[in-house]
T-cell receptor, first 107, second 121 residues
Framework: SELTQDPAVSVALGQTVRITCQGD??????ASWYQQKSGQAPVLVIY???QRPSGIPDRFSGSSSGNTASLTITGVRAEDEADYYC???????????FGGGTKVTVL | EVQLVESGGGLVQPGGSLRLSCAAS????????MTWVRQAPGKGLQWVSV????????YYADSVKGRFTISRDNSNNTLYLHMNSLRVEDTAVYYC????WGRGWYWFDPWGQGTLVTVSS
């Protein structure tokens, strides 16, 4: 099973960006989303039904419909420039799968 | 504070072996499921392996199955990844992460800082 993300997206400072993730496994399992800044380890930003870990700003939100999960950043800030990866459990097997990642550039 | 610290990476020749360690603090690995994820240079994240709370239930990505073994030492609160028959394409930063699940949700948090494995002659 695969998860598909757009490779890159650009957004103006203060605007809203939506990053999508498509895959058959998302019909069964919710996606989790990870932010990875250059040279750093990934950090969880969204899991389950739009849950944010402690310390993650509320400008990050998640949603899901059918085979598509979305991560939305509202009021983008310069520090949100990073790679974002979706992940879910793979349906039918006890594996996990990551999307290819979306590079968010803040203009 | 919940923290994971990997170690054991380095340069190894093709066909060689390496053992990665992931020392946990702030929680007990034996009560959690733990995972390894890798990232080749300039590439995306790739799931590698998982070990569940019972310690005996393990799964592997097809690309490493039969060559890698995930294990843990409860007394040292440490997760391991034993890597044999290493290939050039195994070159990557290897991350360990704590797994969570509930209500049909699955997620990884926190992650360690990663350890670099380079397979080259």
């Amino acid at each position: 099973s695969e998860l598909t993300q757009d490779p890159a997206v650009s957004v103006a400072l203060g605007q809203t960006v939506r990053i999508t993730c498509q895959g058959d496994s998302l019909r069964t399992f919710y996606a989790s989303w990870y932010q990875q800044k250059s040279g750093q380890a990934p950090v969880l930003v969204i899991y389950g039904e739009d849950q944010r870990p402690s310390g993650i700003p509320d400008r990050f939100s998640g949603s899901s419909s059918g085979n598509t999960a979305s991560l939305t950043i509202t009021g983008v800030r310069a520090e949100d420039e990073a790679d974002y990866y979706c992940n879910s459990r793979d349906s039918g097997v006890n594996h996990y799968v990551f999307g290819g990642g979306t590079k968010v550039t803040v203009l | 504070e919940v923290q994971l610290v990997e170690s054991g990476g380095g340069l190894v020749q093709p066909g060689g072996s390496l053992r990665l360690s992931c020392a946990a603090s702030g929680f007990t690995v034996s009560n959690n499921y733990m995972t390894w994820v890798r990232q080749a240079p300039g590439k995306g994240l790739q799931w590698v392996s998982v070990i569940y709370g019972d310690g005996s239930t393990t799964y592997y990505a097809d690309s490493v199955k039969g060559r890698f073994t995930i294990s843990r030492d409860n007394s040292n609160n440490t997760l391991y990844l034993h890597m044999n028959s290493l290939r050039v394409e195994d070159t990557a930063v290897y991350y360990c992460a704590r797994g969570h699940w509930g209500r049909g949700w699955y997620w990884f948090d926190p992650w360690g800082q990663g350890t670099l494995v380079t397979v080259s002659s």
